[in-house]
Nanobody
């Protein structure tokens, strides 16, 4: 079992920055792959960024060059540094984890999810 707790969301103007954190507790085997997803009202959930224990990192095209995912493996905390935020980045952001290492880490099923943290970008 894993518990994921996100923090760091908030309101920011366009061009601003936020840093999201996701603290994981439980069996680290189940956090070998971790990812950030987001969902805006009336839109489908989309993968934002992911990282695996073998060093794979992937980003959605919409955030490449602006967002950076990282993980403090010793503390089992996942981060998402978000810079140059745009209106379309507004969404609920969720942290997710799984033990699976194979396949694209933004695809497939994640077994554990946090409760989400809201990011609101305004002009």
């Amino acid at each position: 079992q894993v518990q994921l707790v996100e923090s760091g969301g908030g309101s920011v103007q366009t061009g601003g920055s936020l840093r999201l954190s996701c603290a994981a507790s439980g069996d680290p085997y189940n956090t070998r792959s971790m990812a950030w997803f987001r969902q805006a009202p009336e839109k489908e959930r989309e993968g934002v960024a992911c990282v695996t224990a073998v060093g794979t990192i992937s980003y959605a095209d919409s955030v490449k060059g602006r967002f950076t995912i990282s993980k403090d493996t010793a503390k089992d905390i996942l981060y998402l540094q978000m810079n140059d935020l745009k209106l379309e980045d507004s969404a609920m952001y969720y942290c997710a984890s799984r033990s699976r290492l194979w396949g694209h880490c933004l695809s497939g099923t994640y077994d554990y999810w946090g409760q989400g943290t809201q990011v609101t970008v305004s002009s």
